[in-house]
């Protein structure tokens, strides 16, 4: 894996989304306090941190399904309301999930097609007849998703009921699924877990592909602490909520309250 | 054996089958898109029967009647999401379920109160008691006229849920809420499709069987016919709502026939419930329904 090439990325600092000193509790558990953290357009940031130190609420902030008590959350530039579950993916942001969320009676090509549903006008009536404007947009729709089987190596399996595959595979689908929206922001919960070497190989592959060729922003959490310091341009470290380090994979590797926290030492 | 007498009764119970499949269909579509047994598809049927035939007897052509009801039935699922399933939104569905029981005796209550509970007489021209011969069997021709209208519904939710945009939005909820979302599908309009598509299917199975049996109240009992459909068939298969139904059909006719000479007669009403006593033994997730698997 090529992994200098990627370092060497020109540096644009455009801040996508800026995370302003937010805290969130359930309860009495403080799941986050007084967080600051900002995605830098086009880059790779990893979240890790030991379990149960806020990695997934964090996710779950920037995508919205969470809103914060405390703090706020720009996006663009702009304070971000409120939103409703299912219009995180109008903003331009998608994600996976730790535990896959594929729809299982669907073949692999079904999935990655329902991935463009915000794309799709509705029409029933042209659709019905499969007629002119219905026709076109099924075909055109169509055509991208193959786009990313193609990309993704499943050409295989394309028309196979997910529920089927193996986990890997499972996997990769559903980051197809997520790709198939045209994100401006990916959002990956734990990408690489339960995978063999080989697959995690090619699941960094395409991470960095997906980044390099589209400019797609990725937000990773990830447990495997040799592929986050491969791959991330930056990483953050969370511990029981508080984020205690936040800077390139070699900045990070040395902090000593880091390497304590992972130890268990203090 | 009289082989023509047998295949008159197993065509029979077919057909009677078909009238099963046709409610059992209702409550498929909703326990697929949302995992809840919809207790109130009973009175579904009933409410938009007695619309129909009322409208009718106001004079209303049978056409816009139609429309109208179609209309009304989407009007009873818009609300339906509004006061229900919003408020309840991500709770257990055991809650939704005893939710579902109320909306039932509330659609049982409104409709008799705004449509009044006389019988009503629904007469769609074909003669209940014509039958035509083929060999030496009689076929009755109301059962294969309301096979062909059960038949047809069945093609075009098929091939709705299959091949249009929002019948895939209609399967990505169903198999999985959570990602639904991330992909950007809204979760109530989608309910409101389920539940406007669910009262279209019971304004179909409430004119036939209201043609059959007179549109009055006993039309919402038609419901626990549907329950041993289901389990045969399995809760999430719309053709399992079909094969269900044939089986539940023939299976009663059959029995009532050759079975009530040796344990006596009126066993048609029981034996469904008790093959699906037997195929929840052996297959507990139906013939058609999904396997359940968890991962421990």
């Not at chain 2, 049978?62 to 989407?74: K, R, S």
């Not at chain 2, 062909?148 to 990505?172: D, E, P």
Request: charged content about 20%; hydrophobic content about 50%; proline content about 3%.
């Amino acid at each position: 894996m090529n992994v200098n090439a990627k370092n060497n990325k020109s540096a644009k600092l455009e801040v996508l989304m800026d995370i302003k000193d937010i805290s969130l509790s359930f309860g009495g558990l403080k799941a986050l306090q007084n967080v600051n953290l900002h995605i830098q357009k086009g880059e790779i940031l990893a979240i890790i941190g030991p379990n149960g130190a806020g990695k997934s609420s964090m996710l779950n902030v920037i995508s919205g399904i969470y809103i914060p008590q405390k703090g706020v959350v720009e996006w663009k530039g702009k304070l971000r309301k409120k939103i409703a579950p299912h219009d995180i993916a109008r903003m331009g942001i998608a994600r996976t999930f730790q535990n896959i969320a594929l729809f299982r009676g669907m073949s692999a090509l079904e999935n990655i097609l329902t991935g463009r549903n915000i794309l799709m006008k509705r029409n029933l009536f042209l659709e019905a007849l499969y007629l002119g404007m219905g026709r076109k947009q099924e075909e055109e729709h169509r055509q991208k998703a193959e786009e990313i089987i193609d990309f993704l190596e499943i050409q295989s399996i394309r028309k196979t009921p997910v529920a089927r595959l193996p986990y890997g595979l499972q996997k990769r689908v559903e980051l197809g699924r997520a790709l198939a929206l045209e994100p401006e922001l990916l959002l990956l919960d734990e990408p690489m877990a339960g995978m063999n070497v080989e697959e995690k190989e090619d699941m960094c592959r395409f991470i960095l592909d997906v980044n390099e060729q589209f400019g797609t922003t990725i937000v990773l959490i990830e447990h495997d602490m040799g592929v986050v310091m491969d791959i991330s341009d930056r990483v953050a470290v969370l511990d029981y909520g508080i984020k205690i380090a936040d800077g390139t994979p070699d900045e990070v590797r040395s902090e000593q309250k880091v390497i304590d926290a992972y130890l268990g030492a203090g | 054996m009289d082989w023509w007498f047998f295949i008159e009764v197993f065509v029979g119970g077919l057909l009677s089958g078909v009238m099963y499949s046709l409610v059992a269909l209702g409550f498929v579509l909703i326990f697929k898109a949302s995992g809840v047994f919809n207790f109130a598809q009973g009175a579904m049927v009933l409410f938009a029967a007695l619309t129909f035939v009322r409208l009718l007897e106001m004079g209303v052509p049978a056409l816009l009647t139609m429309a109208i009801t179609i209309g009304v039935m989407i009007l009873l699922a818009i609300f339906i999401e509004r006061v229900m399933l919003r408020p309840l939104v991500n709770q257990d569905l055991i809650i939704l379920f005893m939710a579902t029981i109320g909306l039932n005796y509330f659609i049982e209550g409104f409709a008799q109160l705004i449509w009044g509970s006389h019988v009503g007489v629904l007469d769609l021209g074909v003669d209940q008691y014509a039958a035509f011969e083929i060999g030496n069997a009689l076929i009755n021709k109301f059962d294969v006229w309301a096979a062909l209208i059960a038949g047809s519904l069945v093609l075009v939710l098929s091939l709705f849920f299959r091949f249009t945009v929002i019948g895939r939005a209609l399967r990505a909820v169903a198999d999985d809420h959570q990602a639904a979302l991330s992909v950007g599908i809204p979760l109530s309009t989608i309910w409101v499709y389920v539940w406007s598509t669910a009262g279209i299917v019971a304004l179909v199975a409430g004119v036939v069987w209201g043609s059959k049996l007179g549109v009055q109240f006993a039309i919402s009992t038609v419901a626990l016919k549907a329950i041993p459909v289901l389990i045969i068939g399995g809760f999430t298969s719309v053709p399992g709502a079909i094969i269900g139904g044939l089986i539940v059909g023939c299976g009663e006719k059959l029995a009532e026939v050759y079975l009530g000479t040796y344990i006596g007669y009126g066993i048609e009403n029981w034996f469904p419930y008790m093959l699906a006593l037997i195929v929840l033994m052996i297959r507990p997730e139906g013939l058609f329904g999904e396997k359940i698997i968890e991962r421990v």
